[in-house]
């Protein structure tokens, strides 16, 4: 069974989220200010569209009905990167009359060619990939499935394939408007220290703390940040316990902030150091500010649900095809990038020209020097 003309158009594995680099065919031109209200949405809304249009269109394997598979390396209810791109596809497929989306989450990369491959055969049209410890196995399946509308939420990139359409976003854009952020709160309440809790040291973990600290010490060089690994190689962002340990060692040493960038370990961790009254920010999504269950300072925006939203209307609209790469840009598209939840106007006339500066590409040589040292050992 062929794919329908939309899906010919734009068969993609769509790679966001985690320390992307950027690679751009079709970046974004148009600047974009912060958002007044850092708990507004992006402004995004699906294309309007009867179920059965959608349907029709989306309907890769001809049999009246659409279902999306995701795979997560974590937990999809992790309140953070993950849970993003699960809570958005079931709202797509709920507003697009799709039937309920298949989930398998907490999957390991050795794990990954068997679990993907048993989505791929129990006639989903689309496969949702959330992690890039998933991403293997995609250059065989995308070629064995070829009537599949593959995404990757994959974070650095995907060597190309024929057929594959990615998305990408820019970690270091990104992570130095959180160490900004960070840098802003901290001076409001005369702490000097913060820490960046991840999994085990990944090059894209390099890449966002040290554009984190890039940030911070914008607002004052006096101040620092310490990365703490809280797992085990690779992968490991669900380790609890081990993050736990990592923030009472920090609070132990002063820190003011903890920047959680983590997945399955991301809440507890959060909901610690509210009890301790530290900063804290969220690692991906973009609806922390309204939450009540939790208290979010910072909203640090890769959020996959707010992308997909885009990649869908692009897709619809013909203007993301195959081959193209759709890169969200810090300061020209309003997903990406920290937001203060309850900023003052100075806090927030002070965001708005870091992301003025981003946007005009004032920080790219530091932003290319901190990718030679992640990923290149420079």
Not at 30 to 54: F, K, L, R
Not at 150 to 174: F, H, K
Request: proline letters at 5%; aromatic letters at 8%.
């Amino acid at each position: 069974m062929k794919k329908p003309a939309v899906l010919m158009a734009a068969t993609a594995v769509v790679t966001l989220g985690l320390g992307a680099t950027v690679s751009a065919t079709t970046p974004a031109t148009t600047p974009a200010t912060t958002p007044a209200s850092p708990a507004s949405p992006t402004g995004d809304t699906m294309v309007a569209m009867t179920p059965a249009d959608a349907v029709a269109k989306f309907d890769a394997n001809g049999d009246g009905k659409v279902v999306i598979g995701i795979a997560t390396a974590g937990p999809a209810d992790d309140g953070a990167y993950y849970q993003a791109l699960v809570d958005k596809t079931k709202e797509v497929s709920t507003t697009y009359g799709f039937g309920d989306p298949i989930v398998v989450d907490k999957i390991k990369s050795d794990a990954a060619a068997t679990e993907l491959e048993n989505l791929a055969q129990q006639g989903v049209d689309m496969i949702l990939v959330g992690a890039s410890s998933l991403a293997a196995p995609l250059a065989d399946l995308t070629e064995k499935y070829q009537d599949i509308f593959w995404y990757c939420n994959c974070g650095a990139g995907q060597p190309v394939l024929p057929g594959l359409a990615q998305s990408q976003d820019d970690s270091s854009e990104i992570s130095y408007t959180a160490g900004y952020a960070t840098g802003l709160l901290l001076k409001a309440k005369g702490g000097t220290k913060s820490v960046f809790i991840g999994a085990s040291d990944e090059n894209f973990e390099k890449e966002a703390y040290l554009a984190f600290e890039l940030g911070l010490k914008a607002v004052d060089p006096a101040f620092s940040d310490k990365y703490v690994a809280s797992g085990n190689f690779p992968y490991d962002f669900d380790n609890t316990a081990g993050a736990t340990e990592a923030l009472n060692a920090a609070i132990a040493d002063g820190a003011g902030a903890v920047y959680p960038f983590l997945g399955g370990a991301h809440e507890p961790v959060v909901k610690l150091a509210n009890d301790k009254g530290l900063i804290v920010m969220s690692a991906g999504s973009s609806k922390a500010c309204a939450r009540t269950d939790l208290k979010y300072d910072i909203q640090v925006r890769f959020d996959a649900g707010d992308y997909l939203t885009t990649i869908f209307n692009e897709i619809l609209s013909g203007t993301f095809t195959e081959g193209s790469t759709r890169v969200f840009k810090v300061g020209i598209d309003s997903q990406p990038g920290a937001q203060i939840c309850q900023p003052t106007p100075e806090q927030q006339s002070a965001m708005d020209q870091v992301y003025a500066d981003i946007a005009a590409g004032k920080l790219a040589a530091q932003f290319g020097e901190i990718k030679g040292k992640a990923y290149g050992g420079g």
